[in-house]
């Protein structure tokens, strides 16, 4: 139980266009999911919350125009990167928490999505 | 702010020795701490969750240990394996932060085990 895809596994894309990443619970009801950014050798770094049916919360520093999260269903988030820049390439890794999923507060994570922006 | 700190950041073992993987965190006033595992270009793997009301947790060849009032927690891995070759990545939720309590997570340990 409690597991978490995202789609596409991998994408690469042009200067300037935007990429929408799916993350989605597969077999229980997201009341929360989280957007995390990963460099190579770095640690996770948060960039949103996002609660079903609510705004996203970001991180000091994140850009919300930039970064689009979308929270519409309980097993459904969507970060869609506008405009991208090769800056923007990274690995993007999303989690999810669940009423009744593991211990309080536990967060499961999907596999990641890496974005490589030519 | 929570930091937490994960040295070394690389670590090379033969077969077959157990070893202690360390994690400090700045702030005590942490919810829960979870160990996970990540191999190269993938997810996360979560090894072990331990309660803040909680000394350790168990799975396997993997136990955890946690020191709130230190600001430490150690994985201990028993008899490695080749296959225990990947980056160890440490991480504590806040306290009272309820439903949208964050993770803060270490820069990970890479570990690699010689056959």
């Known amino acids: 139980g409690a597991v978490v895809s995202q789609h596409p596994s991998r994408v690469i894309c042009k200067s300037g266009t935007s990429v929408k990443i799916e993350c989605r619970s597969l077999d229980f009801q997201a009341t929360t999911m989280f957007w995390y950014r990963q460099f190579p050798k770095q640690s996770l770094m948060l960039m949103a919350t996002?609660?079903?049916?609510?705004?996203?919360?970001?991180e000091q520093g994140v850009e919300k125009d930039k970064f689009l999260i979308n929270h519409a269903s309980l097993t459904l988030s969507t970060l869609t990167v506008t405009s991208a820049h090769p800056e923007d390439s990274s690995f993007y890794i999303c989690?999810?928490?669940?009423?009744?999923?593991?211990?309080?507060?536990?967060?499961?994570f999907g596999p990641g999505t890496r974005l490589t922006v030519l | 702010k929570q930091e937490v700190t994960q040295i070394p950041a690389a670590l090379s073992v033969p077969e077959g020795e157990n070893l202690v993987l360390n994690c400090s965190f700045t702030?005590?006033?942490?919810?829960?701490l979870q160990w996970f595992r990540q191999d190269p270009g993938k997810g996360l793997t979560s090894l072990l969750l331990i309660q803040s009301s909680q000394r350790e947790q168990t799975s396997g060849r993997l136990n955890a240990s946690l020191d709130k009032s230190s600001g430490r927690s150690t994985l201990y891995i028993a008899a490695s394996q080749p296959g225990d070759s990947a980056t160890y990545l440490c991480a504590v939720s806040r306290l009272g932060a309820g439903a949208n309590s964050k993770l803060t997570f270490g820069k990970g340990i890479t570990l690699s085990v010689r056959p």
């Open positions: 702030d005590s006033a942490i919810y829960n």
């Open positions: 989690s999810a928490r669940g009423i009744g999923q593991g211990a309080y507060n536990e967060q499961f």
């Open positions: 996002s609660n079903e049916g609510s705004k996203a919360t970001y």
